[in-house]
């Protein structure tokens, strides 16, 4: 409800009638209730609006010289600060017609002339609370949406620091690996985006999935937190036995990931992706991947990017049990595993581009001594 009495929270009115005295009549009638403001022409009333003066209802005559009150409410309409203003009409026309014309130019209300006093009183105060409701109902919607805007972005803090987290702690077990996280997060965002309008993925690879991609792609090896250090750090070859306990990180990386889920009782779909990276990266199209033998469009997209990725980073980068090689020595090894290893349009995908992931490389590679080295 509205407190007439506090003179501080008084609304304002704007009094607009090209007859002094009306204008007399009016203020009279509203002073003791609102701050009353009086304009004696259309053009007038759009002056002191268009000065910036707070005007919280709008009492307007019809019938005036110059610019009559339909114009005036036209004009209103026009100006962004001030159309959510109510505007009453005061009139002595009593055609259904011309009140049905005013009502469609966005009047709120028709008071007929000559007034009465406590009509006018009533609609004005009942469209002051109108208008006080909805003002308030506008400043919760958008105090609500800064709200749901502010969650959204802490939410997505909490995924990445939680993917990232996550990924580190799997690094940790090779420190050999250092950058691997960003560059196959880079490897994977750029394999998308060159992807998204073929026609094959182009219904899959939308913005936010490229998104989510990226920020699924470094938890691709999360199982290897399940992998005994004497395998996973082993430097000469893995015998069948170790090699065996070595594949089942993948499935180890999507139980992990499902027991996170399972933990909070609900799936999370930043998480889907997540899931299908690190149980079928190494999957290969034709068939002769682990851990189930996937073959072609049965090996999630998000896999088959991964894949590529993944095998490019690995031969890139030195490891415990193997020296790095260069750009040039790695990409006749990629392309050679068009259609066997790799899916052939993502192959493809990547010969067109593959200068870029030699930049990525380079740009988070692990020491500067190796940057320089893969230049040649």
Known sequence: MLNLL????????????????????????????????????GQRALEILSAGTRVDLI????????????????????????????????????????????LALGAVDYIHKPITPAIVLARVRNHLELKAARDLLHDQNAFLEQEVERRTRENELIQNITIHSLASLAETRDNETGNHILRTQHYVRLLAETLCEHARFRAELTPKTIDLLFKSAPLHDIGKVGVPDRILLKPGKLDADEFAQMKHHSILGK??????????????????????????????????????????????????????????????????????MSHQEVVPIILAGRGNHFDPDITDAFARIHQQFHEIALRYNDDKGERESNRD
């Not at 003179?7 to 003791?32: C, F, G, Q, R």
């Not at 001030?82 to 009140?99: D, H, W």
């Open 6 to 41: 506090d003179p501080d929270t008084k609304p304002t009115l704007l009094v607009v009638d090209d007859t002094p005295e009306n204008l007399s009549l009016l203020s009279a009638l509203l002073s003791p209730h609102y701050r009353v403001k009086v304009a004696i022409s």
């Open 59 to 102: 009492l307007l005559d019809v019938v005036m010289p110059q610019m009559d009150g339909y114009q005036v409410m036209q004009a209103l309409q026009e100006m962004p600060q001030v159309r959510e203003i109510p505007v009453i009409f005061l009139t002595a026309k009593v055609e259904e017609s011309a009140e049905a014309h005013g």
């Open 255 to 324: 139980e992990a990931i499902v027991h996170a889920e399972e933990a909070l009782g609900v799936e999370v779909e930043f998480l889907r992706l997540a899931k299908e990276i690190a149980c079928y990266h190494h999957e290969k199209w034709d068939g002769t991947g682990y851990p189930y033998g996937l073959h072609g469009d049965e090996i999630p997209l998000s896999a088959r990017l991964m894949a590529l990725a993944d095998v490019y980073d690995a031969l890139i980068s030195k490891r415990c049990y193997k020296a790095a």
